[in-house]
Nanobody
Framework: QVHVVESGGGLVQAGGSLNLSCAASGSTSSINVMGWYRQAPGKQRDLVAGIGSGGIGSYADSVKGRFIISRDNAKNTVTLQMNSLKPEDTSVYYC??????????WGQGTQVTVSS
């Protein structure tokens, strides 16, 4: 089992920046990919960015060039640096962790609100 906890959400003005952090605990040796999703009210939960154990990140088109995902394998953490934030980035952001066995674990989510 892997326990996942996000932190770092909040309220920011458009054009500002926020950093989200996700910490995994438990059976962390089984962790393969870590990623961030987001879900706005009434919408589906979508992938924002993901990163493998080798440190290569991938991004949704909507955040490319603005968000940066990074990972510390020793600390079992993943960070999402969000820059040039837009009102449409307002969502609940969730951390998702995949194990090598294919099991998936979600955090409880953290709210990000971008005011115009």
């Amino acid at each position: 089992q892997v326990h996942v906890v996000e932190s770092g959400g909040g309220l920011v003005q458009a054009g500002g920046s926020l950093n989200l952090s996700c910490a995994a605990s438990g059976s962390t040796s089984s962790i393969n990919v870590m990623g961030w999703y987001r879900q706005a009210p009434g919408k589906q939960r979508d992938l924002v960015a993901g990163i493998g154990s080798g440190g290569i990140g991938s991004y949704a088109d909507s955040v490319k060039g603005r968000f940066i995902i990074s990972r510390d394998n020793a600390k079992n953490t993943v960070t999402l640096q969000m820059n040039s934030l837009k009102p449409e980035d307002t969502s609940v952001y969730y951390c998702r962790v995949w194990s090598y066995s294919g099991a998936e674990y979600w955090g409880q989510g953290t709210q990000v609100t971008v005011s115009s």
